[in-house]
């Protein structure tokens, strides 16, 4: 998932779409424990959009709180 498409998610989806790709990969580690995927390189590919979608998520609350502290002064 590239930042672009991540900027144009909201933050509630953003969470869902972090629910759904945490579950995915505890789903794919599963079955690499008990027999080798084709492609474990998406088992690192999943764990990096997931702190993509969580940095994005940060970086948003911290645009509002700082724009707040700019109207309170």
Do not use: C, G, W, Y
């Not at 088992?43 to 994005?56: E, Q």
Request: no cysteine.
């Amino acid at each position: 998932m590239k930042n672009a498409e991540i900027d144009k998610l909201s933050i509630e989806d953003i969470e869902t779409k972090i629910v759904e790709l945490v579950k995915k990969l505890k789903d794919l580690k599963m079955n690499h424990k008990v027999s080798p995927i084709e492609n474990p390189i998406q088992i690192k590919f999943l764990r990096r959009d997931i702190a993509r979608l969580k940095t994005a998520i940060v970086n948003r609350d911290m645009k509002i709180n700082f724009k707040d502290n700019e109207q309170e002064q």
